[in-house]
């Protein structure tokens, strides 16, 4: 069973930054995919960015030029860089992780951090 581990949220004014970390119990090396995804209240959960094994990224167009993801397999951590949050950046994010093994897909979660953008 993998386990994801997310750290980083806060309260941020907007304008501000923040870099969410998600941490892997196993090699980070060994997933196909990498995503954040995140919810705000009453809403459903949504996908943010993704970076693969291979290195390409993509991302949400409502984050497009303000947030990057990025993976550091010697350390099994994938990262968000957020810059200049709005108050609708305000969620709880989500790391996910995706691993092809014979054939079949496995999905795992964190268990989230909260990101507040309020003045």
């Known amino acids: 069973q993998v386990q994801l581990v997310e750290s980083g949220g806060g309260l941020v004014q907007p304008g501000g930054s923040l870099r969410l970390s998600c941490a892997a119990s196993?090699?980070?090396?060994?997933?196909?995919?990498m995503c954040w995804y995140r919810q705000a209240p009453g809403t459903q959960r949504e996908f943010v960015a993704l970076?693969?094994?291979?290195?390409?990224?993509n991302s949400a167009d409502s984050v497009k030029g303000r947030f990057t993801i990025s993976r550091d397999n010697a350390k099994d951590t994938v990262y968000l860089q957020m810059n200049s949050l709005k108050p609708e950046d305000t969620a709880v994010y989500y790391c996910?992780?995706?691993?092809?093994?014979?054939?079949?897909?496995?999905?795992?979660w964190g268990q989230g951090t909260q990101v507040t953008v309020s003045s």
């Open positions: 996910n992780a995706i691993q092809f093994v014979a054939g079949r897909s496995y999905a795992y």
């Open positions: 196993t090699s980070i090396f060994s997933m196909n995919t």
């Open positions: 970076i693969t094994s291979g290195g390409s990224t």
